[in-house]
């Protein structure tokens, strides 16, 4: 980042000093020669008007006065004048070079035409104009043209020393660029490099780093979605630590209970058969717990892959649901809990079935074993133009609302106790709430303590990959 903004400050500061430069040397120049010609084509106006006055053209009337001007104007402007007559036959050079000789130029000929003008010569550095000189009538003849070349070295000269100055204040201003825009991007990147020193802290471990880098906007942005990032990576380390401390110690209870219960029939002798199949019958049931639990955690492990993906197809919601009903009103009937499916409308949806199914089978299946004697569970089916809903209501104990929003967590109960004897894993609304936002659904719970429960899951009718919606609220 330095480098690149260094020289975009060079560059804005250099390229617009360096033009500025060039253009106010040429124009310097062009108005040095401009008022050089001014200055010649005056003077010579000013003698052409006493040429004419004075019938200098005329061989008999020739004022000597008249060649002493030409001669000294030639030598002040270190040039030469040459007067040429109708006759293109020079009658003057300041030169006394070309007199009695014959003079066609371009420039004569224009000026006898009326046309009088300059030629500028900046590679040899000279120019050359032509003025016309009258004839002493009234009708103002051209009787004659007045060329002069003037050299235009002292100026070029003058000029260059000029640049030379000119360019011996650029280079002093090129450096003060250079050393100002060196100063310029490290102000500007300070602030950035506080925010990579203590980045590079949090990189060493230290996540506590206090991040705070209020110079500019962008820094102020970047430091809060760092702090926000943060704030996420310690609440996942958190809930890994919290993790594996629960996947331990539900894989250890089974365990532990199988342990206690060999060991006390190695201890006894000559174990009644009642009690001995008493005692297999409990290492069964913890077998199965066992096996429970892992089931479950592979089942959360696979949804949790970034590769997991959904075999969707376009299914009747209404079967499915009925489907799982069939499968759980055995054991609503053992706990003579009163199994009721109310369907508003035919449902039919892009879901995955296996999952989709066991996300509402965990839900139905929890609002029963949860349930009180003689209970009942509702499953509503409804839908809109985007959504279909299914509503899973009880009659059951509740859930305190301090609990709420912790219900979805792995491993957590909030009557622990009660789980553990209805053969709970804990996994259960974990790996529901995971399947439905694999839909890009949502799932929502309102419950209150002794009235039951009621579990609000929307899904979109159409699954778009790659899509997230909303979650309810």
């Not at 020669?33 to 003077?43: A, L, Y």
């Not at 499915?320 to 055995?330: A, F, G, H």
């Amino acid at each position: 980042m330095k480098v690149p903004l260094f020289f975009l400050f060079l560059m804005t500061g250099f390229f617009p000093m360096y033009i500025l430069g060039k253009v106010t040397d040429q124009s310097f120049r062009q108005t040095q020669i401009d008022s050089r010609v001014m200055e010649v084509q005056n003077q010579c106006l000013i003698i052409s008007n006493r040429m004419s006055r004075a019938d200098y053209m005329s061989e008999d009337s020739r004022d000597a006065t008249v060649d002493v001007e030409l001669d000294t104007i030639a030598d002040i402007f270190n040039g030469r004048i040459v007067v040429v007559n109708r006759n293109f036959k020079v009658i003057k050079d300041t030169f006394r070079l070309a007199e009695g000789r014959t003079h066609v130029a371009e420039e004569v000929i224009r000026c006898f035409q009326g046309e009088s003008g300059s030629r500028l010569e900046r590679d040899k550095h000279y120019f050359a104009l032509a003025v016309p000189v009258y004839g002493n009538t009234e009708e103002k003849n051209i009787e004659g043209v007045l060329v002069a070349t003037a050299s235009t070295e002292n100026l070029m000269g003058m000029a260059e020393r000029v640049s030379e100055k000119a360019a011996f204040f650029q280079m002093m201003a090129f450096w003060l660029i250079v050393l100002s825009s060196a100063a310029l991007v490290m102000i500007l990147v300070r602030p950035f490099n506080s925010l990579q020193k203590v980045l590079n802290r949090v990189a060493d471990g230290n996540l506590d780093q206090v991040i705070s880098e209020n110079a500019y906007k962008e820094t102020r942005e970047l430091s809060t979605a760092i702090r926000n990032t943060l704030t996420k990576l310690k609440t996942v380390d958190q809930s890994r630590d919290e993790f594996v401390s629960n996947v331990s110690h539900e894989l250890k209870t089974p365990i532990t209970s199988i342990r206690v219960l060999a060991d006390s029939l190695m201890s006894m002798e000559e174990v009644p058969v009642e009690l001995y199949r008493e005692f297999m019958t409990d290492i069964s049931d913890e077998i199965d717990r066992e096996s429970k639990i892992i089931d479950d955690l592979l089942s959360l492990v696979k949804m949790d892959k970034s590769v997991a993906e959904l075999n969707v197809v376009q299914l009747d919601i209404n079967g499915l649901v009925q489907q799982i009903l069939k499968r759980l009103r055995p054991i609503a009937r053992k706990r003579n809990v009163e199994l009721i499916f109310e369907s508003i409308r035919e449902v039919t949806a892009d879901v995955d079935e296996v999952k989709l199914s066991l996300a509402i089978n965990n839900l139905v299946e929890n609002a029963i074993k949860y349930n009180v004697e003689d209970g009942w569970v509702r499953v509503t089916l409804d839908a809109d133009h985007k959504f279909f809903y299914v509503k899973v209501s009880d009659s059951g104990i509740g859930i305190p609302e301090e609990f709420q929003e912790q219900v979805f967590e792995r491993f957590y109960r909030v009557d622990k106790a009660r789980s553990r004897e209805t053969g709970g894993t804990g996994l259960g609304l974990a790996i529901t709430r995971k399947v439905i936002l694999m839909h890009h659904g949502a799932v929502r719970l309102v419950s209150k303590e002794g009235e039951g429960s009621t579990f609000i899951v929307r899904i979109p009718l159409s699954y778009i990959p790659g899509s997230r919606q909303q979650p309810a609220s």
